[in-house]
């Protein structure tokens, strides 16, 4: 019997350019997050004012911001919990320790004013930070959860290692925050990834025994991760899964 042809890809090279190709009609959904409406199912209503979630930090990815994560966090804040955004308004260029000091600091002040752990959801290379302050500061993060994030293989293993390196003074596997994301967190660790990414080698974002708790393998495409409805509602229900509500 012949085998589907993502099951014929070696996941851990780079994707072909076709499936880099069928990433485009979905920019779209990511530039229009600000304005589209939010539709929450019946099973994800929101809480009852006794009960909280826990708060949401929701980390975006390169060449975005906090606009891009716009409907996600609307989402959540629906469904009862409180997210936060990064605080990025600008493009977020790459691994660099001013961004990486802004999150660090933005995790510091959630932790702060609610009093509770918080869960990072980071958005490609927005996972990326979210494992590394996770692993510098665990008792102030409850989960992480990663949606096609490559924390693990070989960093040139993706289509956009060339934009990385065009746009940063440094080489994609020398980045200046010495931290290794491949090391798993002390923490609850969530990896989301698609067999379909057209950005990511599927096993980069998957990762290897270790490495994370949990890897949940979507049919989304990269660029789906944070604006697709679906994806938002399969979040949800993994968040729902996994951290606890309080009264």
């Known amino acids: 019997m012949p085998q589907p042809k993502d099951a014929m890809r070696d996941d851990h090279l780079a994707p072909p350019f076709g499936y880099w190709l069928r990433e485009l009609p979905n920019l779209p959904k990511i530039w229009s997050s600000p304005v589209r409406r939010v539709r929450l199912p ?3 209503q929101a809480v009852g004012h006794e009960e909280t979630r826990s708060p949401v930090l929701v980390i975006p ?6 606009g891009a994560t716009s409907l996600m966090r609307r989402t959540l804040n629906a469904a009862g919990y409180d997210a936060y955004p990064a605080q990025i308004s600008a493009m977020m260029t790459g691994i660099t ?5 802004r999150a660090e600091a933005r995790l510091d002040q959630i932790w702060r004013e609610t009093g509770r752990p918080v869960a990072l959801v980071g ?3 927005g996972g990326l930070y979210a494992r590394v302050l996770a692993q510098r500061h665990p008792h102030k993060v409850a989960l992480v959860m990663t949606l096609g ?3 693990s293989g070989d960093r040139r293993a ?4 060339r934009l990385y390196e065009a746009i940063n003074d440094h080489k994609v596997d020398n980045p200046p925050i010495p931290d290794d994301p491949r090391r798993k967190p002390p923490v609850r660790t969530i990896a989301i990834w698609s067999p379909r990414d057209g950005i990511i080698a599927p096993a980069c974002s998957r990762g290897q025994e270790g490495e994370c708790d949990r890897a949940i393998e979507v049919p989304e495409r990269h660029f789906e991760f944070s604006a697709s409805r679906a994806s938002i509602e399969r979040i949800l229900d993994i968040l729902g899964e996994e951290l606890p509500q309080s009264r």
Do not use: R
């Open 61 to 66: 990815g390169i060449m975005s911001n906090d």
């Open 158 to 161: 993706n289509n956009a290692w």
């Open 149 to 151: 994030t490559p924390f």
């Open 42 to 44: 019946a099973h994800l």
């Open 97 to 101: 320790q001013t961004f990486f000091d």
């Open 123 to 125: 958005i490609s290379l």
